[in-house]
């Protein structure tokens, strides 16, 4: 059973260059969030979807941008990365809103 | 005031002892609280839920949730040095469509 699976797991990018993470969930939850977390630092929602077809922000989107392909599939896209954006993110997925999230094993991103 | 409310620690406890981590929430609409244990360069893992008023017992974790006094607190029986991690309360924002909001962790470290 895997669970919330993220790729790729480790990531160099150059300044201006943009990429892709992607997540999938196999648990056949109806909603998925993206965050970062920086270090020393709590989790910060990027993006959210509550359910298969919606998107909406959360507490810092700027300069991302995310795509729910499916209702196993969320993306999150960097269109020009920046140093800013170095920092480790978690897919998560849900049932509802208000329910537990799990964790996928994140995606460490640096950009030099 | 934050929504949801942790110090950052660390909170350092011997072995054997009884470490207690804390939470305050601010929306007295929350209904649905979760601990999470995040070990340093992993993923948060969920390791309690509580949703009544009182004390839900699980192994040596007992999660205490006071609705009337917007606190839900962790209790970790018998520490040992492997429970040494950074704890997370979520809480859900009943007037924000239930989205659960993480509070930005207690470091615990269990000193042998």
């Known amino acids: 059973n895997a669970g919330v699976t993220q790729t790729p797991k480790f990531q160099v990018l150059k300044t201006g260059q943009s990429m892709t993470l992607q997540c999938a969930q196999d648990?056949?939850?109806?909603?998925m969030y993206w965050y970062r977390q920086d270090p020393g630092m709590g989790l910060r929602l990027i993006y959210y979807?509550?359910?298969?077809?919606?998107?909406d922000k959360g507490e810092v989107p700027n300069g991302y941008n995310v795509s729910r392909l499916n209702k196993r599939e969320f993306s999150l896209r960097l269109e020009s990365a920046a140093p800013s954006q170095t920092s480790v993110y978690f897919c998560?997925?849900?049932?509802?809103?208000?329910?537990?999230?799990?964790f996928g094993d994140g995606t460490r991103l640096s950009i030099l | 005031q934050k929504e949801v409310e942790q110090n950052s620690g660390p909170l350092s406890v011997p072995e054997g002892a009884i470490a207690s981590l804390n939470c305050t929430y601010s929306?007295?609409?929350?209904?649905?609280f979760f601990w999470y244990r995040q070990y340093s360069g992993k993923s948060p893992e969920l390791i309690m839920s509580?949703?009544?008023?009182g004390d839900k017992e699980d192994g040596r974790f007992t999660a205490q949730l006071n609705k009337a006094s917007q606190y839900v607190s962790l209790l970790i029986r018998d520490s040992q040095p492997s429970d040494s991690a950074t704890y997370l309360c979520?809480?859900?924002?009943?007037?924000?469509?239930?989205?659960?909001?993480f509070g930005g962790g207690t470091r615990l470290m269990v000193k042998p």
């Open positions: 998560a997925s849900s049932e509802g809103l208000d329910q537990p999230q799990h």
């Open positions: 648990m056949n939850h109806n909603s």
């Open positions: 979807s509550a359910s298969e077809g919606t998107t």
């Open positions: 929306d007295r609409g929350s209904q649905s």
């Open positions: 509580i949703y009544s008023n």
């Open positions: 979520a809480v859900n924002k009943w007037n924000a469509g239930n989205m659960l909001t």
